[in-house]
């Protein structure tokens, strides 16, 4: 079963800490992995995109990583500020005719000061 | 990033009442966009793939009589819930595939919250 599974659910981190989100995932067969960042009543809006051959991937105070043998991908979030707290999604896209993309639950973060 | 825009950003109608939410490419053109649910706390859920020029693929579950989608241009694309109850009351969000882009990156626009009263 194609699924995308991301811990935590939620985190609370103090202004200017680092932090690290989690993505499992079982889909097949595997185009690539994006992650992506979602305020709160907005859109998703892309933060990076990874193909099979890649394992780090920044964007300013972003880096992700990607696991293709154990299928896990990680978002490290560098020096967190109070505009970070939103909801980040892991988001698998299948290499199929279709090309559907499977979504993760999400991780709420939220940044205090 | 390329730029997609949905109209109206939110909108509250009584129950029966018809609701037309835009969805458009700014920057480029999209053959292909989506239209995805999300209730609070959840992630989105795909409801529909709207190609343009030919009638939408809905997914299992989806009424298509009830969300209504039309892809007349390359850069619009439009979502009618017909008859609208509370339960249709969700957040609407639509995305955008760009063929310029070497993985076909898809763009998302910034949603519609939708009330139903």
């Known amino acids: 079963k194609n699924q995308v599974e991301q811990s935590p659910q939620s985190l609370i981190i103090l202004e200017g800490k680092n932090c690290t989100l989690q993505c499992n995932y079982t889909v097949s067969p595997f185009s690539n992995l994006r992650w992506y960042k979602q305020d709160t009543g907005r859109g998703p809006v892309s933060l990076t995109i990874m193909t099979f051959s890649e394992n780090t991937k920044s964007n300013g105070r972003y880096t992700a990583t990607l696991d293709a043998d154990t299928k896990q991908s990680s978002l490290h979030i560098t020096a967190s500020q109070l505009s970070d707290s939103a909801s980040y999604i892991c988001?698998?896209?299948?290499?199929?005719?279709?090309?559907?993309?499977?979504f993760g639950t999400g991780t709420r973060l939220l940044v205090s000061p | 990033g390329a730029v997609v825009s949905q109209h109206p950003s939110r909108v509250i109608c009584k129950s029966g009442t018809s609701v037309k939410i835009e969805c458009r490419s700014l920057?480029?053109?999209?053959?292909?966009m989506f239209w995805y649910r999300q209730f609070p706390k959840k992630s989105l859920m795909l409801m529909a793939t709207s190609n343009e020029g030919s009638k939408a693929t809905y997914e299992q579950g989806v009424e298509k009589d009830k969300f209504l989608i039309n892809h007349a241009s390359l850069t619009l694309s439009t979502l009618t819930v017909t008859s609208a109850h509370p339960e249709d009351s969700s957040f609407y969000i639509c995305s955008a595939r760009d063929p310029g882009t070497s993985l076909h990156e898809q763009f998302f626009g910034p949603g519609t919250r939708l009330t139903v009263l």
């Open positions: 988001v698998v896209r299948r290499n199929t005719g279709f090309q559907k993309l499977v």
């Open positions: 920057d480029f053109q999209a053959t292909t």
